[in-house]
């Protein structure tokens, strides 16, 4: 799994877009990237997934540059709900292990 | 509804009393998977499985076993609970045949070794 590193906690209020970057310098040719978020006392939950340039669901929207070294996530309007943990992940789809770091802790407030 | 159920949910037990996590899912997914979280270390995969009868190591396996005789099921065992294994607990399945496909999880059992 390529290493990533990603801030520890962000705060944002209420209809702000909230980005977060995550960084994987030896990010491998067949690697993808992955994120997910983790509300208290529940499981992870699938978010988004990509592997260039941009990828957009209802929920949020993935933005990978050009070296890939990089991604930020894009959370937007931001409510009260998406108070979470935000784990980014790097890895290859033939790959059976998966472990997820401590993530980044985004706290909205009203 | 599609999902995947764990039970128990809680669960206070002793040193050295064996102990089962049962984990089903309703998907006819492939891949399984179990992991542990605790504070600071985000979530641990302890043991994996690519399809029935077929499971392996993750990350952290020491103190447990599984198996995975259907395909819908795949608990996990711990033969002799240790208070380092108090902890909270994720089943997750997958759509596809590894890990980076999309994965459900489970709620979660939130285990204490007394």
Same mark, same amino acid.
């Given at each position: 799994l390529a290493k990533t590193t990603q801030p520890i906690s962000m705060d944002s209020y209420e209809g702000q877009e909230v980005n977060i970057t995550c960084s994987?310098?030896?990010?491998? /040719?067949?690697d993808y990237i992955t994120w997910y978020q983790q509300f208290p006392s529940q499981g992870p939950r699938f978010i988004i997934q990509g592997y260039k340039t941009k990828v957009t669901n209802e929920v949020a929207s993935l933005f990978i540059p050009a070296d890939r070294k990089s991604s930020t996530l894009s959370l937007p309007?931001?409510?009260?709900?998406? /108070?979470a943990v935000y784990y980014c992940l790097v890895g290859?789809?033939?790959?059976y292990k998966l472990s997820f770091g401590a993530g980044t802790t985004v706290t909205v407030r009203a | 509804e599609a999902q995947v159920t764990q039970n128990p949910r809680y669960l206070i037990t002793v040193t050295g009393k064996k102990l089962t996590v049962t984990c089903s899912q309703?998907?006819?997914?492939?891949y399984m998977s179990w992991y542990r979280q605790d504070p600071g270390l985000g979530l641990r995969q302890i043991y994996y499985s690519m399809n029935v009868e077929v499971t392996d190591k993750g990350d952290v396996p020491e103190g447990y076993k599984v198996s995975r005789k259907e395909k819908r099921n795949f608990p996990l065992i711990l033969e002799s609970p240790s208070p380092n294994q108090t902890s909270l607990y994720f089943c997750a399945s997958s /759509?596809? /045949?590894?890990?980076?496909?999309e994965q459900f999880f489970g709620p979660g059992t939130r285990l204490t070794v007394l």
């Open positions: 994987h310098n030896n990010i491998a /040719t067949n309007r931001v409510s009260l709900s998406d /108070t290859v789809f033939n790959d | 309703n998907m006819n997914h492939e /759509t596809g /045949t590894s890990a980076w496909y």
